[in-house]
C-alpha cells in the first residue's frame, strides 16, 4: 500500500493523481483535519505531527509514503526520511525541478512553506540566475476548505492577493501547496494566461510513476489487493462531502488518531 499524508484534505490532489497515473497501486491516506492547519505552525510542531501522521500509515501497511504536503515537506523531510525505514516522496523537490527552466519563478504557500525558505533555497540551487519571488498566501487554504474555490469572492481574493506577483512578470509559478489546485482557475486569472503553473502533486506523482519503474519490487508491494481507504483525525458531514466531490467519487472517511 502507498502512505499518503497531509495536513487535512488537500493531499487529496496527490490521491487524484495517483488515481490517475497509477490505477493498480492501492492507497492508504491520513488526513489530520483535527489539527489542520500545519502552515502556521512551528516547525518543531509540523515535524512532530508529520513523524507521528508517517507512523501511522506504516502501522496500516503502507510500503512507502508521499508527504503530500508542501508544509510538511519543506520542514519536516529530514527527519522523516532519517526516522523512516520506508521510502517517503515528498512534493517539493519534484516542483523545483519541474520549475527550474523558468527565468521568474514564482512560489507561492502557507507562511510556514514560504517562511522556511525551503523553496527558495532549492530554486536558488536548481535555477541559480532565476529571479525568485516567494509569497505567502494565508487566505487560500481557508477559501478552498469551506468549498468558495469557484466564487467570485475567491477570484477577487487571489487577484488581490498575488497581485505582488502579477507586477513581477512571471513566466513559471509554482502551486506549493496542495490545497491549491483547486483554486487554479482563480490563480489562473489572476496572473495570466502566459504564466506556466506548476502542480507538486502531478510532478511528486510523476517522480513516483519514475521511481516504481525502476524498483519493480516496490511497485508490486504497492499493488495490493483491496480498497483505498482514507482517515482523518476528525470527521465532519463537512469533511466527507468535501473528500467525495474532489475525488468525484464516493469517498468513505474512517477516523483515527496518529498521536
Ligand atoms: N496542504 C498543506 C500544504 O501543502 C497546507 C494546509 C495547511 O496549512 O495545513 O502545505
Redesign the pocket.
Known sequence: MLGIF???L??LTVVKEVLRRLPGVRIIYFGDTAR?????KSKEVVTRYALEDAAFLRAHGAKAIVV??????TQAIDALRRESDLPVFD?VAPAVRAASSGTRIGVI??R??VGSGAYQRLLADAAPVAEVTALACPMF?PLIEEGWAGTPEAAAIARTTLRPLRLRRLDTLIL????YPFLRPAIRRAVGSDVRLVDPAREAVLELVRALKADPSLSRALRARGGHRFFVSDKTPHFAAIASRWLGRPVRLETASAE
Open positions: 497531509d495536513s487535512g488537500g493531499g489542520t492547519p500545519y502552515g502556521t503530500a504536503c508542501n508544509t510538511a515537506s512534493v504557500g502557507t510556514g512553506t487554504v506549493g501547496c496542495t490545497h
